[in-house]
């Protein structure tokens, strides 16, 4: 239930909430530099009955390609001046 920790905890900067037909909530969370997110369900968010259906941790790497081409700009953007 890590996802739910950091929730309560507010440990993350960007935050979505989906809600279900059945009526529970997919909540995803992330915190920049981290690496990771956390996406979890759950039935009576902050309610007295609060039941967390699924829980996962993903980890989230940036393409090497896509680190090449930063590097890149960043080595581009140095040199014009």
Excluded: C, W
């Amino acid at each position: 239930m890590k996802g739910l920790h950091k929730l309560y905890t507010g440990d993350f900067n960007n935050m979505s909430v989906e809600v279900q037909p059945d009526g529970s909530r997919v909540v995803t969370l992330s915190k920049s530099g981290e690496g990771k997110v956390y996406r979890f369900r759950v039935k009576d968010l902050y309610g007295p009955n609060e039941e967390v259906l699924e829980d996962e941790e993903i980890k989230v790497e940036t393409p090497k390609h896509v680190k090449k081409r930063v590097k890149e700009a960043m080595k581009d953007a140095t040199t014009e001046t």
